[in-house]
């Protein structure tokens, strides 16, 4: 997709954080774009940079100990290059982010309408007469009842699902071309989380925005995500549309995720799969495959080789960073989808010789020819 489609194209961000104990590398070449009227589903355990990568394009993690490299382009400007001044034109108005805790995130001494108007009159010359009609109208837009009232409340007057609906509202005060929504369910009901999403959806399709939506759930994005990427340890491991997640994932971790959720189309008695161990240290990180000490297929080689983001072979737009040959990742899918536990498909990779071993093992013609 080229930078005229688009209306946000990151190129190969990188960021660092140097700290007393080391460089943070929390993210480590991420690349994506998204067009105008579109959803990015980012999705990723805590600490896989998926909400650094949000706010650096925000220029939220500017300072003296932070590295950035790469690009991010909204609408061919590059956001890394520009001055703080001009960032703080664009943010809060053509982009906007819905931030991960609504209650830390609203100002607690200040009412909830105040926060609204504050948002209006920062980039647009109205009055404050005009901006508490807009206050009001946000409120009664994303479904807070009596919004002439509520308008006067402070943020521990509202509920959980209110106070989030509140910090959308104010997201939304002058339009965004893009919106960022990190963890916008997170501590709510499922309820609550399913009314969530059916508004962001509904906000998108009236305005046109594109959104990029944040998430360690899989099963948030399920419905609402044109496209999903997967991120690992600072990197999207996997990218490809919604569909071809969930019906061919191609990459250990993307199952690990898929089966630690539960379906409505398994058996009750079916026991969640969690995946084993912990997200790694991103000042200390594994060599080879980052994912290599959690993963239940590992191989020798991938201890040393550092598989790069790359075609899925005959899925076109489906990209995976994976060392295991595309048709054992087929069977390995194929098997979970079956029933069958990591532990039973790990004989599939030790039955099939490692590449490094074929080609050590092919005569010195063959393995030139």
């Given at each position: 997709m080229s930078a005229r489609e688009s209306l946000l194209e990151v190129d190969n961000l990188k960021v660092e954080f140097h700290?007393?104990?080391?460089v943070v590398y929390a993210v480590d070449g991420v690349s994506y774009s998204i067009r105008p009227g579109t959803t990015l589903g980012i999705v990723g355990e805590s600490g896989s940079g998926k909400s650094?990568?949000?706010?650096?394009?925000?220029?939220?993690?500017r300072g003296k100990r932070t590295?950035?490299?790469?690009r991010i382009l909204f609408e061919?400007?590059?956001?890394?290059?520009?001055?703080?001044?001009?960032?703080?034109?664009?943010?809060?108005?053509?982009?906007?982010?819905?931030f991960q805790d609504p209650l830390s995130s609203l100002h607690p001494f200040y009412k909830v309408g105040y926060q609204l108007m504050e948002a209006v009159l920062m980039h647009r010359s109205v009055s404050k007469a005009a901006a508490r009609d807009r206050a009001i109208d946000l409120l009664e837009l994303v479904g807070i009842p009596d919004p002439h009232r509520r308008v006067d409340s402070y943020p521990h007057e509202f509920s959980g699902g209110m106070r989030q609906r509140a910090m959308i509202a104010m997201a939304l005060a002058n339009e965004p071309k893009l919106l960022i929504a990190d963890e916008p369910t997170t501590a709510l009901d499922v309820t609550v989380?399913?009314?969530?999403?059916?508004?962001?959806?509904?906000l998108q399709q009236r305005l046109g925005m594109a959104v990029i939506i944040i998430t360690h759930d899989l099963g948030v994005v399920a419905e609402i995500a044109d496209e999903i990427a997967v991120m690992y340890a600072g990197r999207i491991i996997e990218h490809a549309?919604?569909?071809?997640?969930?019906?061919?994932p191609q990459h250990p971790y993307t199952w690990g995720l898929l089966k630690s959720i539960p379906r409505l189309d398994t058996p009750r008695s079916e026991d969640l799969v969690p995946i084993s161990g912990r997200p790694p240290s991103l000042i200390n990180r594994p060599s080879g495959c980052h994912f290599h000490p959690r993963c239940p297929y590992v191989r020798d080689g991938h201890k040393r080789v550092d598989p790069k983001?790359?075609?899925?072979?005959?899925?076109?737009?489906?990209?995976?960073?994976?060392?295991?040959p595309a048709p054992l990742r087929k069977q390995i899918w194929q098997g979970l989808q079956a029933g069958r536990t990591p532990d039973e498909l790990r004989r599939l990779v030790d039955d099939k010789p490692a590449p490094e071993a074929v080609a050590a093992a092919q005569p010195a013609d063959e393995a030139g020819a």
């Amino acid at each position: 997709m080229s930078a005229r489609e688009s209306l946000l194209e990151v190129d190969n961000l990188k960021v660092e954080f140097h700290t007393d104990d080391g460089v943070v590398y929390a993210v480590d070449g991420v690349s994506y774009s998204i067009r105008p009227g579109t959803t990015l589903g980012i999705v990723g355990e805590s600490g896989s940079g998926k909400s650094v990568s949000a706010l650096t394009t925000l220029g939220l993690t500017r300072g003296k100990r932070t590295r950035v490299s790469g690009r991010i382009l909204f609408e061919g400007r590059d956001l890394l290059t520009l001055p703080d001044d001009e960032l703080r034109e664009i943010r809060g108005d053509d982009i906007a982010m819905i931030f991960q805790d609504p209650l830390s995130s609203l100002h607690p001494f200040y009412k909830v309408g105040y926060q609204l108007m504050e948002a209006v009159l920062m980039h647009r010359s109205v009055s404050k007469a005009a901006a508490r009609d807009r206050a009001i109208d946000l409120l009664e837009l994303v479904g807070i009842p009596d919004p002439h009232r509520r308008v006067d409340s402070y943020p521990h007057e509202f509920s959980g699902g209110m106070r989030q609906r509140a910090m959308i509202a104010m997201a939304l005060a002058n339009e965004p071309k893009l919106l960022i929504a990190d963890e916008p369910t997170t501590a709510l009901d499922v309820t609550v989380q399913a009314q969530i999403l059916a508004l962001l959806e509904d906000l998108q399709q009236r305005l046109g925005m594109a959104v990029i939506i944040i998430t360690h759930d899989l099963g948030v994005v399920a419905e609402i995500a044109d496209e999903i990427a997967v991120m690992y340890a600072g990197r999207i491991i996997e990218h490809a549309s919604s569909e071809r997640i969930f019906a061919t994932p191609q990459h250990p971790y993307t199952w690990g995720l898929l089966k630690s959720i539960p379906r409505l189309d398994t058996p009750r008695s079916e026991d969640l799969v969690p995946i084993s161990g912990r997200p790694p240290s991103l000042i200390n990180r594994p060599s080879g495959c980052h994912f290599h000490p959690r993963c239940p297929y590992v191989r020798d080689g991938h201890k040393r080789v550092d598989p790069k983001l790359e075609p899925v072979p005959g899925e076109f737009g489906h990209e995976v960073a994976c060392l295991l040959p595309a048709p054992l990742r087929k069977q390995i899918w194929q098997g979970l989808q079956a029933g069958r536990t990591p532990d039973e498909l790990r004989r599939l990779v030790d039955d099939k010789p490692a590449p490094e071993a074929v080609a050590a093992a092919q005569p010195a013609d063959e393995a030139g020819a």
